[in-house]
């Protein structure tokens, strides 16, 4: 059984970091990073397959976000600059156990969450 577990994530002022961790048990083929802010559909943020150096992103985190894996430590990273207010929303961790040809940014491609972890950022 695989798990992902969310580190805590927390408050920001806007153009300042915040870092989410996952923490994955288990093999996975690919990680991804999602977020939901309220009233809103759930979306894509950033992915990252495990083994390569492989990565995507969403549009709104091109240039701010970056995804990365130490596969040593079991993690997925992900590294938030220049918060914007926008970007506040819960933010979930989302593993494919094995390929599939889903699109990465479609929750239904993913086989595993964890239990999501909430960011606030403030003007």
């Known amino acids: 059984l695989v798990r992902l577990v969310e580190s805590e994530g927390g408050s920001a002022q806007a153009g300042r970091s ?16 999602f977020r939901q802010a309220p009233g809103k559909e759930r979306e ?15 549009d709104f985190a091109k240039g701010r976000f970056t995804i990365s894996q130490d596969n ?4 997925v990273t ?5 918060l914007r207010p926008e970007d506040t929303a819960m933010y979930y961790c989302a ?16 086989d595993t969450w964890g239990q999501g972890t909430q960011v606030t950022v403030s003007s």
Not at 18 to 33: E, K
């Open 18 to 33: 915040l870092t989410l961790t996952c923490t994955v048990s288990g093999n996975i083929y690919s990680a991804a990073w």
């Open 44 to 58: 894509g943020v950033a992915t990252c397959y495990r083994g390569f150096t492989l990565t995507y992103y969403a």
């Open 72 to 75: 040593a430590k079991r993690t």
């Open 78 to 82: 992900l590294q938030m600059d220049n």
């Open 95 to 110: 593993a494919r156990l094995s390929y599939n040809p889903g699109n990465w940014t479609k929750t239904a491609t993913y």
